[in-house]
Nanobody, 121 residues
């Protein structure tokens, strides 16, 4: 069983910055892909950024403003958000996929509980 715990959300003014963190715990030898998704009120959950094997992928709306990184030794993924806009407001969810326990490889998606980010204009 893998658990993800996010932190770092909050209220910030437009133009400001926030850093989100997400740590995975459980029987983990390695994680293939980690990422961040966000869900605005009344909308679907959308990809923000992914990182796997050192490669990153970003939603067009956040390119140049957000940076995803990870510390594999700590099973932690970060999202540095800069130049925040009101449209970045939403609940940010951490995701982990492709977990290797050392004996088994699980293709399941694991999700955190979400952390609220609110950007005021």
């Amino acid at each position: 069983q893998v658990q993800l715990v996010e932190s770092g959300g909050g209220l910030v003014q437009a133009g400001g910055s926030l850093r989100l963190s997400c740590t995975a715990s459980g029987t983990i030898f390695s994680i293939n892909t980690m990422g961040w998704y966000r869900q605005a009120p009344g909308k679907q959950r959308d990809l923000v950024a992914l990182i796997a094997s050192g490669r990153t992928n970003y939603a067009d709306s956040v390119k140049g403003r957000f940076t995803i990184s990870r510390d594999n030794a700590k099973n932690t993924v970060y999202l540095q958000m800069s130049s925040l806009k009101p449209e970045d407001t939403g609940v940010y969810y951490c995701n982990a996929a492709g977990v290797y326990t050392g004996t088994h490889y699980y293709t399941d998606d694991y999700w955190g509980q979400g952390t609220q980010v609110t950007v005021s204009s």
